[in-house]
């Protein structure tokens, strides 16, 4: 049986549509629509009304709001596609599915803005990597976590994250933090049973900030391949310990927050690792943010990963951060 008659045949996913058979096929059919196809409206046909989405620059809660803060990235950015590079599912129809969708965004900067986003219109192209965790129970959204790397927009656009982070904090004022999380049903999270890959990531994690980072040495692929904020790429071990240095020093003592924790197992690919975390700390100085400002911090990030089971390695990874968000944290209240 060819994949086309697999998909005719599949039974429908429970408490969705009839059209969709999998989670990854809703993810990306509804993506499709709302942006590529620019059927805004259907927003309110695939999120829920009190839908509460969490970005490292704070909360908004309803559908109305989706729906502004699409039509706020179509002016400036009209023609923003949105590229599924990966989608790693868990979860099942009583508890809510869990979706970590990473997206390349490729887009042309032709619309201006007020001082709360990227200003005039510079024509610029911009490539940029998202994560949109969803957690979708009866053909709707209803809770999404979002990170963009923002950091990697405003250096496309000729700013850097600390200069954006200054104009933005002006116009808006400061993330209010704590950053409100919905509590995740728990076996998304389940440390005494996570799977292998899951277990391997968390753990390098919890590690790291431990002020461990010779767990890299153990855990990391000698050519591990790396996408981190602000558009940078790096390959290897001693990359992934400068990047990590940076953080650590500079929210020494911070507390690490695993909140999601998913792996995807399925013939023929690579094991794929989803988690969302949260670093609760203060900025202390000293590493990649610069001297201390002492100023509370709430880091919300997503981490993507391959890994290898057989030998317990990480081998490619994704780390999603907004440092713009970071930045205003930083900057000041």
């Not at 949105?82 to 129809?93: K, Q, R, T, W």
Request: net charge negative; proline share 5%.
């Amino acid at each position: 049986m060819n994949d086309a008659m697999k998909a005719a045949t599949a039974a429908p996913l429970p408490g969705f549509d009839a059209e969709f058979h999998s989670l990854d096929d809703y993810i990306r059919v509804i993506t499709a629509r709302i942006w590529e196809g620019r059927q805004i409206d259907s927003i309110a046909r695939y999120y829920s009304a009190d839908c509460a989405v969490i970005t490292p620059g704070g909360t908004s809660q309803g559908v109305d709001a989706v729906v502004r803060g699409t039509l706020e990235t179509l002016q400036q950015f009209p023609d923003r596609r949105l590229l599924c590079e990966d989608i790693v599912s868990a979860g099942d129809a009583h508890a809510g599915f869990l979706s970590s969708h990473r997206i390349a965004s490729t887009m042309t900067h032709l619309g201006d803005s007020g001082p709360g986003g990227f200003g005039s219109a510079t024509g610029r192209p911009v490539l940029v990597r998202t994560v949109a965790d969803c957690v979708c129970i009866g053909n709707r959204i209803v809770h999404e976590w979002l990170v963009r790397d923002q950091g990697a927009m405003a250096l496309q656009l000729g700013s850097t994250p600390q200069e954006t982070a200054g104009r933005w904090l002006a116009a808006r004022g400061a993330p209010s933090l704590p950053l409100w999380q919905p509590p995740a049903p728990a076996h998304w999270l389940d440390p005494m049973h996570a799977t292998p890959g899951a277990q391997l990531l968390a753990d390098t994690y919890r590690a790291l900030w431990r002020a461990d980072l010779a767990v890299l040495q153990r855990h990391a692929d000698e050519a591990i391949a790396l996408q981190l904020p602000n558009g940078q790429a790096a390959v290897g071990v001693a990359a992934a310990e400068a990047f990590w240095f940076g953080y650590t020093a500079a929210f020494s003592g911070a507390a690490l927050h695993i909140d999601s924790l998913a792996e995807l197992v399925e013939p023929g690919r690579t094991p794929r690792v989803a988690m969302r975390w949260r670093l609760v700390g203060r900025h202390g100085g000293g590493g990649r943010f610069g001297a201390a400002s002492g100023q509370a911090v709430e880091i919300l990030g997503i981490t993507h990963a391959e890994v290898d089971h057989a030998r317990g390695r990480i081998l490619r990874e994704w780390v999603l951060v907004d440092e713009v968000a970071l930045w205003m944290q930083i900057l000041g209240r």
